[in-house]
């Protein structure tokens, strides 16, 4: 199989990941554009023996940071309510818990919801997302526990009993946003 073809059957999981790091599907959609951009052209520093994945989610993550520090210089500002103009019929509580559940995960320290949401949203091992995100396992565990600890106290208040764990789904255009926070 094709160096490209590869690479193509990983864009549904980096459009995944980016759009959850970003909250807009155009900025999300250029940062997989530019993540593909620059995996086709550096393909010759990625070792075959690899597995192709991480290296493009580590692409894709490395270019999100970038993008993020380059915009704080520029003082810009990323989408700061993103997702909440979401259409939610009225009695939908699961639509709102998942609401409530995606605006507390959009107010995690970067570094705790980049790890929770790639968890979750690509369910990679321990191992490999901390690859990815350039951290040792440990401190990914670390992160994702933080993360899963803020959003459940976030969502108390809302949620009256959870049994441990919160369950939603937001679906778009794109596939599921969000499916469960242990």
């Given amino acids: 199989m094709k160096f490209e073809q590869k690479v193509c059957e990983h864009i549904p999981g980096l459009t995944r990941y980016a759009l959850a790091l970003c909250a807009e599907k155009s900025q999300a959609e250029d940062l ?17 023996a690899s597995t192709l994945k991480p290296w493009l989610f580590r692409m894709l993550y490395r270019i999100y940071l970038n993008q ?16 909440e103009d979401v259409a939610i019929s009225s009695g939908h509580e699961a639509a709102l818990d998942c609401r409530d559940a995606m605006s507390a995960i959009q107010r995690l320290p970067e570094e ?11 369910n990679p091992s321990y191992r490999e ?10 401190t990914l565990r670390s992160r994702v526990s933080r993360a899963r600890e803020s959003v459940r106290k976030a969502c108390a208040e809302n949620v009256p009993d959870t049994g441990g764990s919160l369950t ?7 596939g599921t946003i969000l499916q469960r926070v242990k």
């Fill in 129 to 138: 997302a901390a690859d990815i995100l350039g951290v040792n396992a440990g």
């Fill in 168 to 174: 939603c789904e937001r679906t778009t255009a794109n």
């Fill in 68 to 83: 993020r520090s380059s915009a704080r210089a520029r003082k810009e500002s990323l989408v700061e309510n993103a997702g």
């Fill in 32 to 48: 997989v554009q530019d993540c593909m951009e620059r995996a086709l052209r550096k393909r010759h520093l990625w070792r075959p």
């Fill in 112 to 122: 705790q919801r980049s790890a929770l949401l790639l968890i979750v949203l690509e």
